[in-house]
């Protein structure tokens, strides 16, 4: 078993029930979830857009390789939508980054192992750092909590809380 460090999320739709709908998929087709992160809520990264993001950090076991670990979550953004058209980063429904595959390194032309942007974004960092903060990245050799610390990202993250309706 390998433990695996996914980051989900989306802007597009009932956003919640993507993420719920998304863990439900990992879940069946990728491996146990052990942990998750709170959801987290910020503005859109690389890209400008009316819709904030809401993302989440899961930790998962899995029997699948990284290779076979790529095609099923990109199997699972298919199903729920994910249209990948727009040529760089665009709103969508949902997206599933692999952060981590336990500490290994991975450098193909269609995989990057760790991701190779998650050290300079605070919505990936943010929700990492509450589960995992002592974690040593296996290329920086410093942990999560000093990458979040000198990340220069100063996108907006804050803690997701629901609109509740009232009648």
Same mark, same amino acid.
């Given at each position: 078993?390998?433990?695996?460090?996914?980051?989900?999320?989306?802007?597009?739709?009932?956003?919640?029930?993507?993420?719920?709908?998304?863990?439900?998929?990992?879940?069946?087709?990728?491996?146990?979830?052990?942990?998750?992160?709170?959801?987290?809520? @910020?503005?859109?990264?690389?890209?400008?857009?009316?819709?904030?993001?809401?993302?989440?950090? *899961?930790?998962?076991?899995?029997?699948? @390789?990284?290779?076979?670990?790529?095609? /099923?979550? @990109?199997?699972?953004?298919?199903?729920?939508?994910?249209?990948?058209?727009?040529?760089?980063?665009?709103?969508?429904?949902?997206?599933? &980054?692999?952060?981590?595959? &336990?500490?290994?390194?991975?450098?193909?032309?269609?995989?990057?192992?760790?991701?190779?942007?998650?050290?300079?974004?605070?919505?990936?960092?943010?929700?990492?750092?509450?589960? *995992?903060?002592?974690?040593?990245?296996?290329?920086? @050799?410093?942990?999560?909590? /000093?990458?979040?610390?000198?990340?220069? &990202?100063?996108?907006? *993250?804050?803690?997701?809380?629901?609109?509740? *309706?009232?009648?």
């Amino acid at each position: 078993m390998a433990k695996v460090y996914f980051v989900i999320g989306g802007n597009l739709g009932e956003r919640e029930q993507y993420i719920e709908r998304t863990k439900s998929l990992i879940s069946e087709r990728v491996g146990y979830i052990l942990r998750t992160s709170s959801i987290y809520e @910020s503005e859109p990264w690389g890209f400008e857009h009316e819709k904030n993001f809401l993302n989440q950090v *899961v930790i998962a076991d899995t029997q699948l @390789s990284p290779a076979a670990l790529l095609l /099923e979550i @990109s199997f699972i953004e298919g199903v729920l939508g994910r249209e990948r058209n727009c040529g760089g980063y665009c709103p969508r429904t949902v997206d599933i &980054d692999i952060l981590f595959y &336990d500490q290994q390194v991975l450098l193909t032309p269609s995989l990057v192992i760790p991701h190779k942007y998650l050290h300079k974004r605070q919505f990936v960092l943010t929700p990492l750092a509450e589960l *995992v903060p002592d974690m040593i990245h296996p290329l920086f @050799s410093v942990t999560i909590r /000093e990458l979040m610390a000198i990340c220069d &990202d100063t996108t907006k *993250v804050w803690k997701y809380q629901p609109v509740s *309706v009232t009648e």
